[in-house]
């Protein structure tokens, strides 16, 4: 498997979660599937059910972190060139089509989160943004059309 690139702020949160879900979360669920037990026959017990559920869906979560984060290396700015468009890479843009502007930082699909402007290096846009520098125009076609933006400014 290859390395999965991930910023300072990235790993931290990756980090965080799997902590809180070995922590917290998997001792609440054994808990309560422990109690769903009790209630006796198992194949029409919703409650166990649900709780056995959960549990599988939190250990896979689990198993999916650690293995993201065995394989993490942290993107340290010094070794990116700040004059193209690389993952780390915050990037103001130009909408020509709608005469907007917005901002994005590239980051792995793992730290990908559109609410908070970081989009990953494998979505339309990414894939089209890198290696791009200042002044450059991009054409991208994603599945809701085509968009064309003008690179602004690019930082770290």
Do not use: W
């Amino acid at each position: 498997m290859s390395d999965v690139y991930l910023t300072r702020d990235g790993m931290q949160k990756l980090q965080d979660e799997l902590r809180a879900l070995k922590s917290d979360e998997r001792p609440t669920v054994r808990s309560a599937l422990k109690r769903a037990r009790e209630f006796g026959d198992l194949s029409e017990n919703a409650e166990y059910s649900a709780a056995k559920e959960r549990l599988m869906f939190l250990e896979q979560r689990i198993m999916r972190l650690e293995e993201t984060l065995s394989r993490a290396r942290l993107i340290e700015n010094e070794n990116i060139p700040d004059d193209k468009v690389y993952i780390g890479a915050t990037v103001e843009l130009k909408d020509l089509l709608k005469k907007g502007e917005l901002t994005y930082t590239l980051v792995s699909p793992e730290e990908a989160d559109f609410e908070e402007g970081k989009i990953s290096t494998v979505s339309p846009i990414g894939r089209a943004l890198l290696g791009k520098e200042e002044g450059d125009e991009v054409d991208i076609e994603v599945p809701a059309g085509n968009l064309r933006y003008k690179i602004l400014k690019i930082s770290r």
